[in-house]
C-alpha cells in the first residue's frame, strides 16, 4: 500500500498549485480519500476530501479557492489550490480509509502519503 504525493512547491501568494497524490495496492474506488496539512508547531488539520461516491468536503478555510478531485481509473486524487495565501504554507499530506461513514478526523485514516511542502510568500 502507497500514496505518493507530489505537486508542491514555492510560490507567491495568489498564485496556483496542484498536488496529486497516487495511490497503489488499494482498491481505490473503495477509499475515502483526503488532504490533511500540517505547519511548523501546529497540528495537523484536515483541508479537504471526497468520498468514494465523490461527494466533496472542505475546510472553511478554503473553501472556494481549493477544490479536491478524484480520477478513479488513475487511482489518483488531486488538489487544486488556487489563490494561495501565506497561511496555506504547510506540508500537505493525502490519507486514505476504507471507513463506509464519512470522516475528517486523520486517527480514522490508515494510510499516508510522505507529504509535500507547500509555502507561499507574501
Known amino acids: 500500500v502507497q500514496l505518493q504525493a507530489s505537486g508542491g512547491g514555492l510560490v507567491q501568494a495568489g498564485a496556483t498549485l496542484r498536488l496529486s497524490c497516487a495511490a497503489s495496492?488499494?482498491?481505490?474506488?473503495?477509499?475515502?480519500m483526503s488532504w490533511f496539512r500540517q505547519a511548523l508547531g501546529k497540528e495537523r488539520e484536515f483541508v479537504t476530501g471526497?468520498?468514494?461516491?465523490?461527494?466533496?468536503y472542505y475546510n472553511d478555510s478554503v473553501k472556494g479557492r481549493f477544490t479536491i478531485s478524484r480520477d478513479n481509473a488513475k487511482n489518483t486524487v488531486y488538489l487544486q489550490m488556487n489563490s494561495l495565501k501565506p497561511e496555506d504554507t504547510a506540508v500537505y499530506y493525502c490519507?486514505?480509509?476504507?471507513?463506509?461513514?464519512?470522516?475528517?478526523?486523520?486517527?480514522?485514516?490508515?494510510?499516508w502519503g510522505q507529504g509535500t511542502q507547500v509555502t507561499v510568500s507574501s
Open positions: 471526497i468520498s468514494r461516491r465523490s461527494a466533496t
Open positions: 490519507a486514505a480509509s476504507r471507513r463506509l461513514v464519512w470522516s475528517d478526523s486523520a486517527k480514522d485514516y490508515t494510510y
Open positions: 495496492g488499494l482498491t481505490f474506488n473503495m477509499l475515502q
